[in-house]
């Protein structure tokens, strides 16, 4: 099965995670994706939870700048709860995802976002 794993060190910026998402959309992989404190760009919703990481940015940042939608490009991906329950979990302000993910075709853009469902293998 495929795997990607990952330290996420600065916020929101990708390290090759959408290229791996697109060369196996569709199929099951196994994530253990982390963030360290503060890198962490997402959230929660009713049903599910998400991530953005963006690809690039129009203009260099500035030291200590984070990316955001007006300058960066990027994919926000969504995470479905599981009866509920969360799969991102937050601990001491470091986010962590793993499991077995089968990862959907990139969509959008939407509110200059594209997206990417990661449906929770059964």
């Known amino acids: 099965m495929p795997e990607f794993k990952s330290r996420f060190v600065k916020a929101g910026l ?7 998402i697109d ?9 253990d994706l982390q963030w360290e404190r503060g890198a962490f760009n997402g959230g929660n919703e009713g049903e599910f939870q998400f991530f953005v990481l963006f690809d690039g940015c129009a203009e260099q940042l500035e030291k200590g700048e984070k990316p955001d939608i007006g300058n960066c490009h990027g994919t926000e991906y969504n ?13 001491d302000g470091v986010w962590r995802l793993r499991g077995v993910f089968a990862p959907g075709e ?6 200059g976002l ?9």
């Open 14 to 20: 990708d390290n090759d995670f959408a290229e791996f």
């Open 23 to 31: 060369a196996h959309a569709g199929e099951d992989v196994r994530l």
């Open 79 to 91: 995470v479905p709860k599981v009866n509920g329950k969360p799969l991102l979990a937050e601990e």
């Open 106 to 111: 990139r969509s959008g853009p939407k509110q």
């Open 114 to 122: 594209l997206a990417v469902e990661l449906t929770p293998a059964d």
